[in-house]
């Protein structure tokens, strides 16, 4: 066998894997949990803002650290959070947001069963109750950072509030630089910590973070790729006014999650693949 037939041999036994294990059926699955996981994270931020009188942070958090979700998804939904919050009393905008996270907890809990289904069998040193608080306590830590970095980009710069759900605006001017910091190096932190968590803990092979290298570089690479596919699509065959309806949101959501599952799950399968050779 050639040697570029040897390095694509691994890649070719890693798709037949991922469909053996039913890796799109699992991926829809994790798109739609993902969706329900980080939707009401953005949504207990905006009541927050809300709550604080602070829209510039629901601004921050749209342009920033939410801008790891296409533009199609975050815009919409921080315009209908923005006028339904005009009809709620401040005082039962905590209770709101606590009960947004409890959600989002929930649905951790299930894209991590999801997860185990696919890898194998996680770890179950503690019991489900544990593991179930340990999701809301990720859930309230997640909204947690993602509020404080907006609130810093928020103060740092001066934002507008949030834009027009129609017209595609631009950040003014300075805001580009930090808000790209801010989207950059916590999306990275995100994205790196669960392809960790997912390589890691949850394969069967236990693979080290070096060993597994190989899968998670694939996972980022096909990550971004269907990122900026969907960008393509966006800017190039969507009609501007198709671009920020309810049901383009709700579709991109789970487009964009869908691609990334994908992305995440090959790369486990090629680490499967990788670590059984190196067995043998």
Not at 17 to 31: C, I, S, T, V
Not at 128 to 133: D, E, F, G, S, T
Not at 190 to 205: C, D, E
Request: aromatic share 8%; net charge positive.
């Amino acid at each position: 066998m050639s040697a570029p037939a040897r390095r694509l041999a691994p890649l070719l036994r890693a798709g037949r894997l991922f469909a053996e294990r039913d890796g799109p059926a699992h991926a829809a699955l994790l798109a739609m949990t993902a969706t329900f996981a980080t939707l009401p994270m953005f949504v207990a931020i905006a009541l927050a803002a809300r709550a604080l009188d602070m829209p510039d942070i629901l601004y921050a958090a749209e342009r920033g650290v939410f801008a790891l979700w296409p533009k199609v998804i975050a815009r919409p939904v921080a315009q209908a959070i923005a006028s339904a919050a005009d009809d709620l009393s401040v005082s039962a905008m905590p209770a709101m947001a606590l009960a947004f996270l409890l959600l989002a907890g929930n649905a951790l809990e299930v894209l991590r069963r999801g997860l185990a289904r696919f890898y194998g069998e996680a770890s179950a040193a503690d019991g489900a109750l544990r593991r179930r608080l340990r999701a809301f306590r990720w859930a309230g830590l997640g909204a947690l950072l993602a509020f404080a970095l907006a609130t810093l980009v928020a103060v740092l710069v001066d934002l507008p509030p949030t834009a027009p759900p129609v017209e595609p605006t631009t950040p003014p001017p300075g805001a580009g630089p930090i808000l790209f910091a801010a989207q950059t190096l916590g999306g990275l932190a995100i994205v790196a910590g669960l392809l960790l968590a997912a390589h890691t803990r949850l394969s069967r092979s236990r693979l080290s973070p070096r060993a597994a290298a190989p899968g998670i570089a694939v996972s980022v690479l096909a990550w971004i790729a269907s990122v900026n596919a969907l960008a393509l699509y966006q800017t190039h065959v969507a009609p501007p006014q198709a671009l920020y309806g309810p049901f383009a949101a709700a579709f991109g959501t789970l487009l964009f999650f869908f691609a990334g599952a994908c992305a995440v799950l090959y790369g486990a399968a090629l680490n499967a693949v990788l670590a059984g050779r190196a067995r043998r």
